[in-house]
């Protein structure tokens, strides 16, 4: 597991059986990037770790552009853990 904090934002790395995930909190509010272990598939957006999926994208940015919306914060904003820097297709 790997965490890192910038400002009020706190964005979780960890890895999973099944899946990659990125999990972000700023606010009271979190919203997920996950993928599957293998990171080959589409990147999935989810208000949390376990929450149902919102949508799925190909990019990393797009995928952390719909996270930082939920979070009402500027996708600049969010702290990006060094394991998850290669997350996306």
Do not use: W
């Not at 997920?32 to 208000?47: E, F, S, T």
């Not at 376990?50 to 979070?71: Q, T």
Request: glycine share 8%.
């Amino acid at each position: 597991m790997s965490t890192v904090e910038e400002g009020d934002i706190t964005a979780q790395y960890r890895e999973t059986d099944e899946e990659r995930v990125l999990e972000f909190e700023a606010g009271g509010k979190t919203a997920a990037v996950a993928q599957n272990i293998d990171g080959y598939a589409m990147l999935k957006v989810r208000p949390s770790a376990d929450g149902d999926e919102l949508e799925r994208y190909y990019g990393f940015d797009m995928a952390i552009d719909h996270a930082a919306e939920l979070l009402d914060v500027a996708p600049s904003e969010l702290p990006i853990p060094e394991p998850a820097a290669d997350m996306g297709m």
